[in-house]
Each structure stands twice: as structure tokens, then as C-alpha cells.
């Protein structure tokens, strides 16, 4: 198993998305896991992360429309996006929680369009 974000697609503003990523044991289990994104011509930054025990962080931008969550059995990490805007439009990364370097990769975002 590789890093995998998927459920990306294009959605008018206001709606919702659901993002899933599968992710290798290896990096899972017991780390912290981060959902990122990188727009055109921005630096990827950091959207949400959740520690092994299930604590949350958000970044300013999401607060209170995005939602973070883990399933340590399945070794898989999701992210709820509400009330989605036109400048949420980005490839949707998942990596461990401290910008990849545990994971050292970067596998497969998924892309998010919102349309306004």
C-alpha cells in the first residue's frame, strides 16, 4: 500500500466533499497524519492533522468547515470539507503529520475543484 488520497472532484460552492487516504502501517500506525494541499502557484501547506489518539488541529482557514478523522483499524485517514469555497480548489495531499518526513514521499494527491 502507498500513500493514496482520492475522493477529489468538482463541486459548486457551498458544498461538500468527503477525502479518503489509505496509507502504509508503516507510517500510520502510531503517528500523527496530516491532510495538505498545494494550489497553483502556492505552497503546499498544511489543512488539518490528527495525532494516533485522535487530537485535531485546523488550520484558521478551515476552521469550523472541515473535518478531520482517522480509523486506526484501517489505517486510514479522512477528511469532511463543508461549506467549500473557490479558494479551497487545490491537490489534496495526506502524509504523516510532519510534512513527510517520516514517510519520505509524497504520494498521489487528489484533486479539489470549487467552482464558484
Known amino acids: 500500500v502507498q500513500l493514496q488520497a482520492y475522493g477529489g472532484g468538482l463541486v459548486q460552492a457551498g458544498g461538500y466533499l468527503r477525502l479518503s487516504c489509505a496509507a502504509p502501517g508503516s507510517i500510520f500506525i502510531g503517528n500523527s497524519m496530516g491532510w495538505y ?10 489543512v488539518a492533522g490528527i495525532t494516533w489518539g485522535g487530537k485535531k488541529n485546523y488550520a484558521d482557514f478551515v476552521k ?28 489534496y495531499y495526506c502524509n504523516d503529520a510532519l510534512d513527510g518526513r517520516i514517510t519520505g514521499y509524497w504520494g498521489h494527491g487528489t484533486q479539489v475543484t470549487v467552482s464558484s
Open 37 to 46: 494541499r498545494q494550489a497553483p502557484g502556492k505552497e503546499r501547506e498544511l
Open 64 to 91: 469550523g468547515r472541515f473535518t478531520i478523522s482517522r480509523d486506526n483499524a484501517r489505517n486510514a485517514v479522512y477528511l469532511q470539507m463543508n461549506s467549500l469555497k473557490p479558494e479551497d480548489t487545490a491537490v
